[in-house]
């Protein structure tokens, strides 16, 4: 195993020679067993060990096992005690998923301050032909049956070609030490019930069931490939992204004749899943939204509008004679000048005088009206927007610069008549959104 494991690095993974390689080790077979490869492929590492304090003594004494075994063999060592299940209840997640946000956030931060290079995991064939039927039985696209990628940034897993059994058996011909989780047994969780019930059977199908699977998922692999890159084209000429919102051409978009598996590869990484809704977007009014746990998918005239969600928060903010806006959300910066020049929607020429301090900035309301410039009479702000063509997202984006309840300016878009300066004006204040 330790030449294929040598050659296998030497032909994919050439870039990790001379590399400080930072080792997540749990203490099982597999992370053993990659130790043992590393060290005798002669690369610098350090190992790290997570304890999630899910086992009770034996979490303590799987740590215990990692310190002696990197004293012994003088390993740099980084260990790390959590309190997964405390954070699990907070963040309002399960306890694998809490367990693998609390290793990845931890091993990224090993990387930066220790100066590690990448990190080697020990996920193998078995691992990944687990991973790919648990998506499918989930449900997934095609990132979800293309099993474990071998590289992930800075994540490398050198195991991946090698089957169980491979590992077992190099472990007991160097006599490895490990140390068993005595979770892996139970059926309680959806992976071992696919590792003690599914692969057997699918093993006993085909005894060459786990290299089928390997063939399978290169060509997967292939196909992703090949999709990424077609999605990309079609990206680059239907969609368009400004102001932190990202705007898909609904006609363009439609004369793709498989339209709905290029939204699919575009909204799946924003969380969104309701894929019957948003498909029903393209035909809906507009208005119509579908909501992920972190974005929204707007149907607004001709454009669909993917943009974050917002916390809802009704704040004003207060802006002194001292003009300091150093807490506002948008930035604005006031002037005193002499002469009105290149005013524009971005900035504005006021008559100081008229102003009532405190100034406020704040969100539109129902029935907020103002006296756009260079026009007679008053116009309802909701009115203004529909004109303007202003979607629901330009509408929540949008800031009213006040003076009491009269508006001064609906910031970077019209300012109000009645505070506009002119070449009578004794004192003119420029108001500028940078």
Same mark, same amino acid.
């Given at each position: ?43 610098? $590492? ?68 220790e100066g590690f290079d990448y990190l080697l995991t020990a996920h193998h064939l078995d691992d990944s032909a687990e991973t790919f ?51 892996? #047994? ?7 019930? $696919?590792?003690? #019930? ?79 809704? $948003? ?26 509008? $993917? ?128």
């Amino acid at each position: 195993m330790l030449q294929k494991f040598q050659n296998h690095i030497q032909q994919n993974f050439a870039f990790l020679t001379g590399k400080k390689l930072l080792l997540a080790v749990s203490g099982g077979i597999d992370s053993m067993v990659l130790t043992d490869l590393i060290q005798k492929s002669g690369f610098k $590492i350090g190992i790290s060990h997570c304890n999630f304090s899910l086992r009770g003594e034996e979490s303590n004494e799987d740590f215990n096992f990692i310190e002696s075994y990197c004293l012994k063999n003088n390993i740099s060592f980084f260990g790390k005690k959590f309190n997964t299940k405390e954070f699990a209840e907070e963040n309002k997640l399960s306890i694998q998923l809490a367990a693998r946000k609390l290793r990845y956030d931890w091993f990224d931060e090993l990387l930066e301050t220790e100066g590690f290079d990448y990190l080697l995991t020990a996920h193998h064939l078995d691992d990944s032909a687990e991973t790919f039927l648990i998506n499918f039985t989930r449900g997934t696209g095609m990132d979800g049956l293309t099993g474990i990628p071998q590289q992930n940034g800075k994540i490398v897993r050198p195991l991946l070609i090698f089957l169980r059994e491979e590992i077992e058996s190099h472990a007991k011909e160097n006599n490895i030490t490990w140390r068993e989780d005595s979770s892996n #047994a139970s059926d309680k969780y959806l992976r071992n019930k $696919i590792r003690h #019930a599914i692969i057997p059977i699918l093993k006993e199908l085909n005894p060459g069931f786990l290299s089928s699977f390997q063939n399978t998922i290169e060509h997967l692999q292939q196909i992703q490939s090949m999709v990424s890159d077609a999605s990309e084209t079609a990206y680059n000429q239907i969609v368009t992204e400004e102001n932190g919102q990202i705007k898909i051409n609904l006609p363009k978009l439609l004369e793709l004749p498989n339209y709905k598996a290029y939204l699919y590869q575009w909204l799946q990484p924003y969380g969104f899943t309701a894929w019957e809704d $948003i498909y029903d977007l393209t035909e809906a009014q507009s208005g119509k939204q579908v909501f992920s746990d972190t974005h929204k998918l707007l149907k607004d005239r001709s454009l669909l509008i $993917i943009s974050k969600i917002k916390e809802e928060q009704e704040v004003t903010y207060f802006i002194d004679e001292s003009l300091k806006t150093g807490d506002l959300p948008v930035k604005l910066h006031f002037s005193d000048q002499n002469h009105i020049i290149n005013a524009s929607a971005n900035t504005i020429f006021v008559d100081k005088l008229s102003l009532k301090f405190p100034l406020t900035l704040r969100k539109w309301q129902e029935g907020d009206y103002f006296y756009p410039s260079g026009m007679h009479g008053k116009k309802k702000v909701s009115k203004y927007f529909k004109d303007e063509k202003f979607s629901l997202i330009d509408k929540e984006d949008t800031w009213l610069l006040c003076s009491e309840n009269q508006i001064i300016w609906i910031v970077n878009h019209r300012a109000d008549q009645r505070f506009i300066a002119n070449n009578d004006t004794q004192q003119i204040l420029k108001i500028e959104l940078q």
